[in-house]
């Protein structure tokens, strides 16, 4: 089944303590992209993918990490979250500009 | 202005009601448009993608772009309790990877 999987789907950590969300596709795409999700402000882009190797920012990346070692995963990575971090992750990949969503991270930053 | 501005809702409608979901952008660049459905605590899914103005329907949904008027539209026919989500818009410009700008969504509820 393609899929794009996520873990943690929930997590709760204290202020500075270093993370990672994980993000694997089946699907073979070159394009991935990680959104976090926040009411009243729907989703932004905050890093995206076009292959291996190849990363750039998008609209909210202060705070963020990413790297593309591997075509199928992309993790997102907080070196040191913060409360306003608080929040839904998802992460894409994307053929022909269509764009297959994982199932969500919730994040709380506490 | 925000890229695409959508109806902030939320929306409610008996069972069996035509819903028309709308979104605006300001981007004259756009030439795709998207309508994307989320289920609670669930990822978004792709529902209708189509290309520049015109209609394009699927079963019960119709999607409507009017690249003129910069208008995107997402009409349901005989509404479903399992239509009840949040729907968003999305568009991008050409080219296979360049980037999706999401409207903030609308919530709908679909009564029995």
């Known amino acids: 089944e393609a899929q794009v999987t996520q873990n943690p789907r929930y997590l709760i950590t204290v202020t500075g303590k270093k993370l990672t969300v994980t993000c694997s596709q089946n699907?073979?795409?070159?394009?991935m992209s990680w959104y976090r999700q926040d009411p009243g402000l729907g989703l932004r882009q905050i890093y995206y993918s076009m292959n291996v190797e190849v990363t750039d920012k998008g609209d909210v990346p202060e705070g963020y990490k990413v790297s593309r070692k591997e075509k199928r995963n992309f993790p997102l990575i907080l070196e040191s979250p913060s409360p306003n971090q608080t929040s839904l992750y998802f992460c894409?990949?994307?053929?022909?500009?269509?764009?297959?969503f994982g199932q969500g991270t919730r994040l709380t930053v506490v | 202005q925000k890229e695409v501005e959508q109806d902030p809702g939320p929306l409610s409608v008996p069972e069996g009601a035509i819903v028309s979901l709308n979104c605006t952008y300001s981007?004259?660049?756009?030439?795709?448009f998207m309508w994307y459905r989320q289920y609670s605590r669930k990822g978004p899914e792709l529902l209708m993608y189509?290309?520049?103005?015109g209609n394009k329907e699927d079963g019960r949904f119709t999607a409507q772009v009017d690249k003129s008027s910069k208008y995107i539209s997402l009409f349901i026919r005989d509404s479903q309790p399992s239509d009840s989500a949040t729907y968003l818009c999305?568009?991008?410009?050409?080219?296979?990877?360049?980037?999706?700008?999401f409207g903030k969504g609308i919530t709908l509820s679909v009564r029995p």
């Open positions: 699907m073979n795409h070159e394009y």
């Open positions: 981007n004259s660049a756009f030439q795709y």
């Open positions: 894409a990949s994307s053929e022909g500009g269509k764009a297959f």
């Open positions: 189509t290309y520049s103005s």
């Open positions: 999305a568009s991008r410009e050409g080219g296979a990877n360049s980037k999706l700008t």
